[in-house]
């Protein structure tokens, strides 16, 4: 059934689709932007965390004398302190056999991974509080260190005793007769993928402000985040603040991929230290506190299988997704967002497989928990798909453009065996136009010539769908039980300047550029007249987070619902400034015009003013606001598409891959902004990139974490990072705001796939097949000489 | 464990600006300008010299500030983002990271800016290769670099594809 509210009005493109800079860059680019480490509050304390050294501890004892009685100490807390006010956070994914854990505040005699918060110190400063930290000493009890998710699922000791076992996901369904479809399939391809443990690894660190009066009660919390309003609502639920008297500020954030898109204890801390302390207390987080114990992502082994048939046709899949889910689910996303999402979400990623079966779990382990980061499990779902793809289309002797030209969804739309629907998609056309992009021919050739050197060049290629405009509808179509509210305000000023306040934060997107370029061609007011806020508190626009490439699609329909009261409010009185119909007025260009008579027309300015100070327009039950907020929530789920393609050389003395070329083929329906898109998917692919060949988290057997840092944790730098080519195809949807479909993960969610495929396409020859990320030298090197080994053998 | 404060006196020129400060001898160069001098455009991205968010210039090299302390700077001359362009207009760089989208969320975009003054003053022959060799150091999370690459290329006057 659609709602209103999931009823966006027709807006005719103009200022839609042009590549415009931000108003933003100019303070971003001069030193002026204000992150959260940069809010300064008069009499702020700073706040440090003593972390756990152990993975797997009984705490004995925590001694804070020395550290109370340092220089600078206002405060040592532990879980004495914090678990009478707040036993911890729940977690867990509202959906089949996910078992929720409670994530405490600090940790509550008993340490589950390294890194957890055991106690906190308030000092003068950040160097006082860290040195407090050092004097705090706790006394363990070592317990058996949970750390392979295999294992663990089988039984053994238990990573959290809170839990009946490690199983803190289990669940599966089948769709058709799976099984008699494999018997008699002509061919059965299978194979198990692992990715590696991830840190989406934003350059600005997390960190939180919380001033609190006691003299009115208010509570200020500036947080780096993506959920604001989820913040301020845990903070009144668990701590018992009075939500109209908790506002949630973000300031200027500086990226965020997932990992702020959750709730944290030290969010919590500082709320309850401010109100104890009657002082600001700040805590900012370093890279190790970040890689230790921020949410960690993405680490899955998956097993795929394909039942052929005899033309190469898939006629039908299992998937098993299998997680490593640390110690606790993270709020509010959960272990499950990962081998859940890959086994349930466009479950056949972009072919149509009549019949299939997944089943999904997760492990509870003594590591940090697993979160959501840019793509969560899309992007295992996509890697398995693709790369069994390529596995298939070897083994049967086809090139990897035609095996998924005879799989790949050609008609529209597309009703799964899910009972989803697919409404519209350039699928197979973006395939296609992938093959031109890359040439694919000549690529061919040259890589035949190479090999003959002894050279080894690749083309991986990965063909997505991506779910986008996450909202209660999608979320409802895939059995999760998710609801969403998000909300735009947008007010005309007297002399006719617009200010638009989105309940949706940004950090980097250019969310500000983009929905200026909605509400401009909504209202017909230039860009440049239009200033837009983005979620910067909690007490204007509502928002559900900008998560699940939602943020253009839900805040753009938001945007525009309530731009569109004012903009008929605005004909309204023009009509009759001009004395010509209400139906015959056109906005543009910061004026009211008469169709098709340009020399006919009031500037907006006058008419702004006239509503706001001309009694005689309030007549005939007009109504004189030019403030409107309203809601959004799609209709229905919205899948935007397109292909990637690496091109790489494997130098295979050294094991290095060198990334020779980026491609992307992208359709997010009607784009708002192409250089923002385009940057999204930039950023996204390099991320796939370093997914791909050089990010991995690593603990030891013992349970201890071994990549604190970035020369242990490697992100892809400049010299490793191709250039790009793109092109955008535009399927609109049928039902988003002006078309436009969300496109925020894609770049993650196909290219690690992409990349494993362009690996393995390269070292074809020499018989090696990887299948595990990130395909390190060590991880190349020795694939290639157990391919030698055996050959001599 | 307890760690004796040890105060040093620094005189520090920063953007031109002479300071005379008392520090805590442990003060990096980027608690000093940033929490002494309140020059917050400097940002502190790992603390521990790997991605160049707080690179600045000490007497026209760059610098980590992370892993500098401001008593090793007594007497030299810093610049900062803040110092790059003159009061109240960006500098041509600045434009093109604008024009270029070079940056997105801006945390690490002044540490690029500083790396790649660096490279332009410097006044040598540039291409790509050696644009992407200096900066190779600063890390980006949100752009994958090529608009970065090409911000800078456009000030050194480098073709697209040259």
Redesign the interface.
């Known amino acids: 059934m659609t709602e209103p509210h999931m009823t966006v009005p027709p807006v005719k493109p103009r200022g839609i689709g042009a590549r415009l800079?931000?108003a933003?860059?100019?303070k971003?680019?001069?030193?002026?932007?204000?992150?959260v480490?940069?809010v300064?509050l008069p009499g702020e304390l700073h706040m440090a965390v003593a972390r756990s050294t152990m993975p797997h501890a009984r705490i004995v004892s925590i001694d804070t004398d020395a550290a109370r009685v340092?220089?600078g100490v206002h405060a040592v807390w532990t879980a004495a302190d914090v678990t009478p006010v707040c036993a911890g956070m729940e977690g867990a994914l509202a959906v089949e056999g996910c078992v929720p854990t409670v994530m405490p505040i600090l940790a509550d005699g008993v340490a589950r991974y390294v890194g957890e918060a055991i106690a906190v110190a308030v000092a003068d400063t950040r160097?006082a509080a860290e040195?407090a930290c050092?004097?705090v000493l706790v006394e363990y009890d070592p317990l058996p260190a949970v750390t392979d998710p295999i294992a663990a699922l089988a039984g053994g000791p238990r990573a959290n005793d809170t839990l009946e076992d490690n199983v803190a996901l289990r669940g599966g369904k089948t769709y058709g007769d799976v099984e008699a479809a494999f018997a008699r399939a002509d061919r059965v391809v299978e194979a198990v993928y692992q990715t590696g443990r991830l840190a989406p690894?934003?350059?600005?660190?997390r960190g939180c402000v919380a001033r609190h009066s006691w003299s009115t009660g208010e509570l200020k919390l500036w947080t780096s985040t993506q959920v604001p309003h989820l913040v301020g609502y845990l903070v009144s639920l668990y701590l018992g603040f009075p939500e109209h008297l908790v506002e949630v500020l973000t300031p200027?954030?500086?990226?965020g991929?997932g990992l702020k898109a959750h709730v944290y204890p030290e969010e919590l801390l500082v709320c309850l230290l401010a109100r104890e302390l009657d002082q600001p207390v700040k805590w900012v987080e370093?890279?190790?506190e970040q890689l230790l114990a921020s949410i960690h992502a993405h680490e899955q082994i998956v097993r795929i299988a394909y039942a052929l048939d005899a033309d190469a046709r898939i006629i039908a899949q299992r998937v098993e997704a299998l997680g490593d889910g640390g110690a606790y689910h993270s709020v509010p996303w959960s272990m499950a967002v990962e081998p859940w999402c890959t086994a349930v979400m466009n479950a056949h990623g972009v072919y149509d497989i009549p019949e299939f079966e997944y089943t999904y779990e997760a492990a509870a382990t003594n590591k940090s928990p697993i979160g959501a980061y840019r793509g969560v499990g899309y992007m295992a779902n996509s890697l398995v798909h693709e790369a069994l793809a390529d596995e298939a289309a070897r083994e049967l002797g086809l090139d990897p453009f035609e095996f998924r030209r005879r799989n790949v969804v050609e008609s529209f739309p597309y009703s799964n065996p899910q009972s989803i629907t697919y409404e519209e998609g350039s699928w197979a056309e973006s395939i296609d136009e992938l093959e031109r992009l890359v040439d694919h021919a000549a690529f061919r050739e040259r890589q035949t010539r190479l090999r003959e050197q002894g050279r080894y060049v690749g083309l991986g290629i990965s063909i997505f769908v991506e779910s986008s405009g996450e909202s209660t509808e999608t979320s409802q179509a895939f059995g999760l039980a998710d609801t969403y509210y998000d909300t735009a305000t947008v007010r005309m000023e007297p002399q006719g300047k617009v200010t638009v306040t989105t309940g949706l934060t940004t950090?980097?997107?250019?969310n500000r550029i983009t929905m200026a370029q909605v509400a401009s061609d909504a209202l017909g007011v230039p860009v440049e007249d239009i200033t837009v806020r983005c979620g910067e508190s909690t007490k204007y626009a509502y928002g559900s987070g900008t998560i699940g490439s939602r943020a253009a699609v839900v805040a753009g329909g938001a945007v525009l619902r309530s731009a569109n009261v004012i903009a008929t409010k605005l004909k309204r009185v023009a009509s009759t400034m001009l004395e010509a119909s209400e139906l015959d007025i056109v906005l543009d260009g910061g004026k009211a015009m008469v169709a098709g008579m340009p020399s006919r027309f009031v500037e907006l300015g006058d008419v702004a003013t006239a509503i706001y100070f001309d009694s005689s327009f309030r007549t005939d039950g007009f109504e004189p606001e030019l403030e409107v907020t309203m809601n959004y929530d799609p209709a229905r789920p919205i899948f935007s598409n397109g292909a990637h393609a690496f091109i790489v050389e494997v130098d295979v003395e050294t094991g290095l891959v060198h990334v020779e070329h980026a491609f992307a083929v992208e359709d997010c329906g009607t784009m708002i902004n192409p250089?923002?898109v385009?940057?999204q998917?930039?950023?996204?692919?390099?991320?796939g990139l370093g997914c791909a060949l050089f990010e991995e988290l690593i603990y030891d057997e013992s349970g201890q974490i071994l990549t604190t840092?970035?020369?242990d944790y490697l992100?892809p730098?400049?010299?490793?990072?191709p250039?790009?080519s793109f092109r955008h195809i535009e399927t609109p949807s049928s039902h988003s705001p002006a078309g436009i479909k969300g496109m925020g993960e894609s770049g993650l969610i196909a290219s690690p796939g992409a990349m494993l495929n362009a690996v393995n396409d390269a070292l074809s020859p020499l018989s090696v097949t990887l299948r595990r990320l990130p395909l390190t030298p060590e991880r190349i090197l020795a694939a290639l000489d157990s391919a030698k080994r055996s050959v001599a053998e | 464990l307890s760690v004796p404060l040890d105060a040093v006196a620094v005189e520090i020129t920063v953007n031109g600006i002479v300071y005379r400060r008392t520090v805590d001898a442990r003060t990096t160069l980027a608690d000093f300008v940033r929490d002494e001098l309140l020059l917050t455009g400097t940002k502190l991205g790992c603390e521990h010299g790997v991605c160049g968010a707080c690179t600045v210039l000490v007497d026209s090299a760059s610098a980590r500030s992370c892993i500098t302390l401001a008593a090793q700077v007594e007497g030299r001359s810093v610049t900062t983002v803040e110092g790059l362009s003159n009061a109240r207009e960006m500098n041509a760089l600045q434009a093109s990271f604008r024009e270029h989208h070079g940056l997105q969320c801006g945390f690490c975009t002044a540490g690029f800016l500083v790396t790649a003054t660096e490279l332009l003053d410097a006044g040598g022959p540039i291409d790509e290769e050696l644009i992407r060799n200096r900066l190779s150091g600063n890390l980006c999370r949100c752009t994958g670099y090529e608009t970065i690459v090409d911000s800078v290329a456009a000030v050194a006057g480098v073709r697209k594809d040259g």
């Open positions: 800079s931000r933003e860059d100019q971003l680019l001069t030193g002026h932007g204000e992150y480490a940069d300064r340092a220089t160097a040195d050092d004097l690894a934003p350059i600005e660190c200027d954030t500086g990226g991929f370093d890279r190790r950090q980097g997107q250019g250089a923002v385009e940057g998917i930039r950023g996204g692919m390099t991320q840092t970035f020369a992100l730098s400049m010299d490793v990072v250039r790009f």
